[in-house]
């Protein structure tokens, strides 16, 4: 069953990274210590059990951020403040930081701008935000 756990862990490893849904994290977390505890008993009803109880406590551990719930944003408000460049944005779009949320950004001009630099946002179209 160690095995079977293992390629477990994996799996829901890879669709936590696919979906960047923290959900699948603590389904993660459920299944290596699964993993863990089939070290020590290889009776199926151990094992689901602590498969549950840890996924459970993940989620109760994680809730306030899991289960958040997102302030809706008026998208006109976030023309004229400022935002931090995380990816050069030049020919092309990079990534800014913006009121904790990384945006996909274009430069309004042929300037180009490097990781770290302030930037204004100018205006919205689609997913992306235009700096100068």
Known sequence: MVIFWCVMSMVIFLVFRYFKDNVFFCLFIGSVSTTIGCLFSNRSLIQIGIFIVSTLLCIAYFKNYLFRKLNPINLSDLIGKQAVVTSTIGDEPGLVKLNGDRWHAKSLGAAT?????????VGIKGLYVFVS
Do not use: L
């Open 113 to 121: 701008y490097k990781r770290g630099d302030v930037v204004y946002i």
